[in-house]
């Protein structure tokens, strides 16, 4: 039989992605079949993934047909996926919740987007549907695999939720799952936080506790013994381990980890390459922003600061004091309320008068252009026509439908300074509700997924700047055009050296679970050779 394990939390981001991406891989890496599943999520960070043909639960497209070859998932799942070395589905996340703001969401079943719905709608109306979806997805799974990770959402202990929680209570039944809690000890309060969830957990889900893990800790692990210890008699679970604060670097789920939309933050500049060698790249931080997973690649690189300008902290000028070498427009879930957030903001006016780079991306690309029709169908009480910040002359018309596609596209690096030098072709995926087309002269370094003219470039294709060729152009562009002299990368400090052995995130997450947490005391297949 399926063993499934389901990994919850004592609240959001403790840590369930990585443990559960890290013991993906190292099953997989045992050769045991395994795939991650989570049954209902909430996020715009999404990926394009396969749906499989047994999905049911899908509309009927325009052309008669049911569903498509794609759909949509949270970008967990996708990164549990590879780390299990499995193709990802909609079945391993077939209920996503995609937030537009004033408490409404957009509704995707088995990759299929379908009604924006308030939380109250969502309960009332599809809930016991998106329950039934949830389990025929993890039935076809449990049939193929001999191990089912399972991740919880925010904290299993809401107890205002234990007779509608798809991703914990009810998949703990219908899977009939062990539980593996975890709690985040830099939060402060974990041993009150976990005693408090344990006893506030159902019955039936207290049963089904094998054990506890605390993560994020610095420090020595043995001043936490006389806690753990007094934990583990008032409540009869074994505490497993204790993860050290680490980044094994997988993409966020979700934009807890982002600076809010009122306060400035830098992702990526704690690597060492001092600042007169830096490329800052601005990015305004949207309210309603989507796929923010675009921008790690860049702040990856050595000698890179991604910073986050805040949209409404009251700064007539959200561009001055951060000497900005080019700016990156992310995605957004609500393009036309984010345009007008961005207008309100000073950013039209900040965006004309600088004299860098400009990409947009997805929605980025969309707010660029000269303007936006038929925009009532996205905006909350938009005009149908709203213009845009006319840096691109392009216009983008909101249809009904989304297009969703991975896909490769030629690249053509003479079409854009931005990207000069490069040929060949750029992967990535694209999911969008609008279609847009040039009304004035633009050129396509990236196929018909893009228009550029001089220093502005626009984009659909998610994971543009995962394309290493893609991304080194568009920094050597950025650097001579700010007459910066960048570090190479393969001697960008010890921050950029640390991990010598060429492990991937996905390594270096079963890396982290499997050096911290007692798997034997999780029995078989958990138990190391």
């Not at 389901?6 to 997989?28: D, E």
């Not at 995707?108 to 709608?121: I, Q, R, S």
């Not at 959402?153 to 929680?165: F, K, P, W």
């Not at 300074?417 to 072709?425: A, I, K, M, Q, R």
Request: charged share 25%.
């Amino acid at each position: 039989m399926t063993r499934t394990l389901l990994v919850a939390g004592t609240a959001s981001h403790v840590g369930k992605s990585t443990v559960a991406a890290g013991l993906c891989r190292l099953l997989a890496d045992r050769g045991i079949d395994v795939a991650p599943f989570k049954g209902q999520n909430m996020s715009n960070n999404a990926r394009v993934v396969a749906r499989p043909t047994a999905a049911d639960w899908e509309r009927t497209d325009s052309d008669g047909t049911t569903g498509g070859q794609w759909g949509e998932i949270g970008v967990s799942q996708f990164v549990q996926a590879r780390a299990a070395r499995i193709t990802p589905t909609t079945d391993c996340n077939p209920v996503l919740l995609k937030p537009r703001g004033d408490g409404e969401s957009q509704l995707v079943v088995h990759g299929t987007a379908h009604d924006h719905v308030p939380a109250g709608t969502y309960y009332e109306d599809f809930w016991e549907r998106a329950r039934e979806a949830a389990e025929a997805s993890y039935r076809r799974l449990a049939a193929d695999n001999d191990v089912i990770v399972a991740e919880g959402a925010g904290s299993i202990g809401e107890i205002n939720l234990h007779d509608r929680d798809l991703a914990n209570v009810e998949t703990a039944a219908f899977a009939d799952a062990d539980v593996l809690l975890l709690v985040d000890i830099e939060r402060g309060g974990a041993f009150a936080s976990l005693y408090g969830t344990i006893e506030l957990v159902p019955p039936n889900i207290r049963d089904r506790i094998v054990g506890a893990v605390i993560t994020k800790f610095r420090g020595d692990p043995s001043l936490l013994e006389p806690g753990i210890e007094e934990l583990e008699s008032r409540t009869g679970v074994p505490i497993l381990g204790v993860i050290p604060y680490d980044d094994p670097g997988l993409p966020e789920e979700d934009s807890v980890g982002l600076p809010g939309t009122d306060e400035r933050g830098v992702v990526g500049g704690d690597d060492g390459v001092p600042a007169d060698r830096r490329i800052r790249i601005a990015v305004p931080r949207l309210p309603r922003i989507s796929n923010a997973t675009d921008l790690e690649a860049l702040a990856d690189e050595p000698g890179v600061s991604v910073v986050y300008v805040p949209v409404d902290d009251g700064d007539a000028a959200p561009l001055a004091g951060i000497d900005a070498d080019a700016v990156v427009v992310p995605g957004t879930k609500n393009t036309v309320d984010d345009l007008l957030a961005l207008r309100e903001a000073g950013f039209d006016d900040a965006l004309a008068a600088f004299d860098g780079p400009i990409v947009g991306v997805c929605g980025g690309y969309q707010l660029l252009g000269d303007r936006i029709t038929n925009a009532a169908l996205e905006g909350t009480g938009a005009d149908d026509v709203v213009d845009g910040l006319g840096l691109l002359p392009v216009e983008t018309r909101f249809e009904g439908d989304k297009r969703l596609e991975r896909t490769t596209v030629p690249v053509d690096g003479t079409a854009s300074p931005l990207l000069s030098g490069v040929d060949g072709t750029a992967s990535g995926y694209e999911i969008h509700a609008g279609r847009t087309t040039a009304v004035g002269d633009v050129t396509r370094p990236l196929g018909d997924s893009s228009a550029a003219r001089g220093r502005i470039l626009g984009t659909y294709l998610h994971g543009l700047f995962d394309n290493e060729s893609v991304r080194t152009a568009f920094l050597e562009h950025v650097a001579a055009t700010a007459g910066i002299d960048r570090p190479a990368r393969a001697t960008a400090t010890a921050a950029a050296e640390a991990d010598v052995t060429g492990a991937t995130p996905y390594d270096r997450a079963a890396r982290l679970v499997g050096e911290n947490v007692d798997l034997a005391a999780l029995g078989d297949p958990f138990e190391p050779n």
